[in-house]
């Protein structure tokens, strides 16, 4: 099955979505985040782990490096180009991402929603596999709110989830379904945390922030 069992961020790279016109209100309006700090020169340092499922946790010696180069316009928007590795996904170099705050969400450049800090109710994003006419997953993406603070290298952190639900439509013996794909983002920090995992694995591997530079244009 090779990569149909892998899943994790860039996953979301390839689904289709549709931004929802109704949104939930900010907690506290008179409050300005920026959960996603878009500005040429910011950057983000990544190390990997792997947690089995009694949550023992070992250091996997991979890295990631993800820097904002410049911007793009594509059909009259500003898009942020990020750079870098993203690890199982790209082993090289190169282009990760495109995206852009478009005010109450972040968009990448094939119009999915990535993150929002108002809505928590909608479906965001989603995507259905289908194999030689089965449906493998489901992959549906909501925004959630944490009620702990997460610890990662570079710190501690108040965060908001961008979460996905992954339900298979196959029982696999010892694997939870469903699981989840969880991505942190902390107000002036961006993304601090996020998970991956094959889906034939009740393990998990976590990509945890080292060191950043998140300053808002």
Request: glycine content about 8%; overall charge neutral.
């Given at each position: 099955?090779?990569?149909?069992?892998?899943?994790?961020?860039?996953?979301?790279?390839?689904?289709?979505?549709?931004?929802?016109?109704?949104?939930?209100?900010?907690?506290?309006?008179?409050?300005?985040?920026?959960?996603?700090?878009?500005?040429?020169?910011?950057?983000?340092?990544y190390?990997?782990?792997?947690?089995?499922?009694?949550?023992?946790?070992?250091?996997i010696?991979?890295?990631?490096?993800?820097?904002?180069?410049?911007?793009?316009?594509?059909?009259?928007?500003?898009?942020f180009?990020?750079?870098?590795?993203?690890?199982?996904?790209?082993?090289?170099?190169?282009?990760?991402?495109?995206?852009?705050?478009?005010?109450?969400?972040?968009?990448?450049?094939?119009?999915?929603?990535?993150?929002?800090?108002?809505?928590?109710?909608?479906?965001?994003?989603?995507?259905?596999?289908?194999?030689?006419?089965?449906?493998?997953?489901?992959?549906?993406?909501?925004?959630?709110?944490?009620?702990?603070?997460?610890?990662?290298p570079?710190?501690?952190?108040?965060?908001?989830?961008?979460?996905?639900?992954?339900?298979?439509?196959?029982?696999?013996?010892?694997?939870?379904n469903?699981?989840?794909?969880?991505?942190?983002?902390?107000?002036?920090?961006?993304?601090?945390?996020?998970?991956?995992?094959?889906?034939?694995?009740?393990?998990?591997?976590?990509?945890?922030?080292?060191?950043?530079?998140?300053?808002?244009?």
């Open positions: 099955m090779r990569n149909l069992f892998l899943l994790g961020l860039i996953l979301a790279l390839a689904i289709s979505c549709k931004k929802k016109e109704e949104t939930t209100p900010p907690d506290d309006p008179g409050v300005t985040f920026n959960y996603f700090p878009m500005k040429t020169g910011n950057y983000w340092v190390r990997h782990y792997d947690i089995d499922t009694l949550g023992h946790v070992t250091e010696p991979l890295t990631d490096s993800v820097v904002i180069t410049g911007d793009s316009m594509i059909n009259g928007k500003r898009y180009v990020f750079e870098g590795t993203n690890f199982p996904y790209n082993h090289n170099w190169g282009i990760v991402d495109m995206l852009r705050d478009s005010g109450d969400y972040v968009v990448s450049a094939n119009g999915i929603i990535r993150f929002s800090q108002k809505n928590f109710t909608d479906i965001l994003a989603s995507k259905t596999e289908i194999i030689s006419g089965d449906t493998l997953y489901t992959l549906n993406y909501r925004m959630e709110k944490t009620d702990s603070t997460v610890t990662v570079a710190g501690v952190f108040g965060a908001l989830n961008y979460r996905g639900t992954v339900k298979t439509w196959m029982k696999l013996p010892g694997i939870q469903p699981r989840y794909l969880n991505t942190y983002y902390a107000d002036n920090a961006g993304c601090i945390l996020q998970t991956y995992f094959f889906l034939n694995n009740p393990n998990f591997s976590e990509k945890r922030l080292v060191r950043y530079r998140a300053v808002a244009e």
